[in-house]
C-alpha cells in the first residue's frame, strides 16, 4: 500500500492550497483517512480525519479553515485550506491505519509574505 501526496508549496497568508493523496494497493473506501502536520520543532499532529461515510473532525487551530474530503472512486483524499496562516507551515502527511501505519511521503506547506 503507497499514499502518495501532493499539492503543497508556498501560499501567502489569507491564501488557499489543496492537498491531495492518493492511496495505491488498498480498498481506499474501507478506510478511514487523515491529514497530520509537523512543523519544525514540534510533533506530528492530527490536522483532520474523515470517516468512510463522510463524518469529519478537525484540530481546534483549522477549524473553519480547512475541509477535509474524499473521493473513493479516485481512491483519494483532499485537504482544501483556506485563510492560510504563518504558523500552517509544515510538512503535512496523509495517512491511515489497518493494522499497520500507513504514512504519506509529506508534502511542504510554507506560508509566508
Known amino acids: 500500500v503507497q499514499l502518495q501526496a501532493s499539492g503543497g508549496g508556498l501560499a501567502q497568508p489569507g491564501g488557499s492550497l489543496r492537498l491531495s493523496c492518493e492511496a495505491f494497493?488498498?480498498?481506499?473506501?474501507?478506510?478511514?483517512m487523515s491529514w497530520y502536520r509537523q512543523a519544525p520543532g514540534k510533533q506530528r499532529e492530527l490536522v483532520a480525519r474523515i470517516s468512510t461515510i463522510g463524518s469529519t473532525i478537525y484540530a481546534d487551530s483549522v477549524k473553519g479553515r480547512f475541509t477535509i474530503s474524499r473521493d473513493n472512486t479516485k481512491s483519494t483524499v483532499y485537504l482544501q485550506m483556506n485563510s492560510l496562516k504563518p504558523e500552517d507551515t509544515a510538512v503535512y502527511y496523509c495517512?491511515?491505519?489497518?493494522?499497520?501505519?500507513?504514512w504519506g511521503q509529506g508534502t511542504l506547506v510554507t506560508v509566508s509574505s
Open positions: 494497493g488498498s480498498i481506499f473506501s474501507l478506510d478511514a
Open positions: 495517512y491511515f491505519f489497518r493494522d499497520l501505519h500507513y
